[in-house]
């Protein structure tokens, strides 16, 4: 095996030959160390090229956090099988748009009704509880497999939201997932000690690259319930002897709120990290001060490049505001309307270049093509659709979107998305979705014949819980501009006024 893995599970395999006997992943009870792992992931690999998987066909992956996911993910890479791993809530019409999208071979999942979905597309389904007999026994050897992959072939299908109204997949190759990650890891440095706690579902690529974090640095991952934001974290960490947690503002938050309750804890946190939503600087301060030795690095990145900058440790101090410099190895600037690169200070479109951009999205040539250039040189470059502008040094500032993507909670959601969802519905005749902002969460607002009581609990028939907005107001009829859309300044009046009415 080479000095730097090529391909993704030759990083797990680096990660057993280095530290075969320390944990790599919990979740509740179960934990594997990297050699269980390792040798867990040729017994899968073999029993998913026994249902016809092999390189380039496709698994879909549908079940909670557990310590078969990064079985399967790894189990995959070895047979060459592109996955896309699902949040668990992904069913119904949404579930369906990804089954016909990637037109997967395999289908591994919890859900029985997500299994029966497959089935009866053709699809063949396993379910997920059959992996926890294959812990034992002996381990095949690598001649017993399909031919693995190359380091240009597609790992993972990425789905996220996109400005259509079903989700996009994200294409990545092993040496763009490989390179993103070892060029997260020299910059955050996970340490062979460390006990990393995610909250964060697999399926979000945050949580994901936990994984690949963890295994380049011999860390431990410990895999918690999504986004948990109740009594139940500050135990987990505690427990856990947590020291690195990466955290969207909902866990941030609801962090600093049990320790102001509970007063002093033992807690063995070293590190906190962010992506996605900015991070409010008073969660930071409230964490700072509860837990002494801490220290910050937030980020900034989109699913199409996985991390385009990172804030050197505690640097929210010094530049507030900045989510940090490009990645080793990658190029950040940002662009005026002519595709020309601005100086220093100047706002226009951020635009990622490097290694790290992915491949594009999975047959969209023309959205890749919007998105993806080649404009100098061997790398592409994304246009991100995000604004802002760099300072002398190179620290990127955030200045907002400019399409209908909104982060709540740190997860990427589609206005479009969630309106589709919505009109979906009998009894809804139209929707519109306002963004958060100034620290009102997303609003959506509809017409029809039914009341935002029975509005909410459709939607999660719908699309993933996650991106269903809190509030849902019903409305005689949706104001319109001039040029006949939905006239969205006037929604926000509309929200003002109810935040107001509620607030008396």
């Not at 017993?144 to 790992?155: I, N, R």
């Not at 209908?404 to 009894?427: M, Q």
Request: charged share 25%; net charge neutral; with cysteine.
């Amino acid at each position: 095996m080479s000095a730097q893995p090529a391909v993704l599970h030759e990083l797990l395999d680096r990660a057993a030959e280095r530290w075969p006997d320390r944990p790599a992943v919990s979740a509740g009870e179960h934990s594997l160390t990297y050699r269980q792992l390792v040798d867990t992931s040729r017994r899968v690999a073999l029993l998913l090229a026994g249902h016809g998987l092999r390189r380039g066909r496709r698994l879909v992956i549908s079940a909670p956090n557990s310590v078969e996911l990064p079985v399967l993910v790894t189990a995959a890479s070895r047979i060459g099988a592109p996955f896309a791993l699902l949040h668990e809530q992904v069913r119904g019409a949404q579930l369906e748009h990804v089954l016909a999208d990637c037109e997967p071979t395999l289908l591994v999942g919890a859900d029985p009704d997500g299994r029966a979905a497959a089935e009866a597309r053709g699809v063949k389904a396993l379910d997920i509880a059959e992996l926890t007999d294959l812990a034992a026994g002996p381990v095949p050897d690598r001649t017993a497999l399909p031919a693995g992959p190359l380091p240009v072939d597609p790992v993972c299908l990425i789905y996220t939201s996109g400005t259509t109204s079903l989700p996009k997949a994200v294409v990545s190759t092993h040496q763009q997932l490989v390179f993103a990650a070892g060029a997260i890891q020299q910059v955050l440095g996970y340490r062979s000690d460390d006990v990393v706690y995610s909250p964060l579902p697999l399926s979000f690529d945050y949580g994901l690259y936990q994984f690949f974090l963890a295994a380049l640095g011999g860390a431990h991952l410990r895999l918690g319930r999504p986004a948990e934001v109740g009594p139940p974290l500050l135990t987990n960490l505690e427990r856990s002897g947590a020291t690195v947690l990466p955290a969207v503002p909902a866990v941030a938050d609801a962090l600093g709120r049990l320790l102001r309750r509970a007063g002093d804890r033992a807690l063995k946190l070293r590190l906190l990290t962010n992506t996605g939503a900015a991070m409010p600087p008073e969660a930071l301060a409230q964490l700072r001060a509860r837990i002494p030795g801490l220290r910050v690095q937030l980020m900034f990145g989109l699913t199409e490049c996985k991390r385009a900058t990172i804030m050197p440790v505690d640097g929210d101090l010094d530049r507030p505001g900045s989510s940090g410099v490009a990645l080793p190895g990658t190029e950040v600037f940002v662009v005026g309307p002519d595709g020309a690169r601005l100086p220093a200070g100047e706002v226009g479109e951020i635009v990622v270049r490097g290694p790290n951009v992915m491949a594009g999205y999975w047959r969209r040539p023309e959205l890749t093509a919007e998105r993806f250039h080649r404009a100098e040189g061997l790398f592409p470059e994304l246009r991100t659709g995000d604004y802002g502008w760099l300072d002398d040094e190179g620290f990127l500032f955030f200045d907002g979107r400019r399409d209908d993507i909104y982060k709540e909670n740190g997860f990427r959601v589609s206005a479009t998305e969630v309106e589709a969802a919505a009109r979906r519905i009998p009894g809804v005749a139209s929707a519109a979705v306002l963004a958060p902002a100034a620290g009102r969460a997303a609003l959506l607002f509809v017409t029809g014949g039914l009341t935002s009581a029975e509005v909410l609990p459709a939607m999660r028939e719908q699309i993933e819980r996650f991106k269903v907005p809190g509030r849902c107001l019903v409305l005689d009829r949706l104001p319109l501009t001039g040029n006949g859309k939905v006239d969205r300044k006037a929604l926000a009046v509309l929200a003002e006024e109810v935040e107001r009415v509620r607030a008396d």
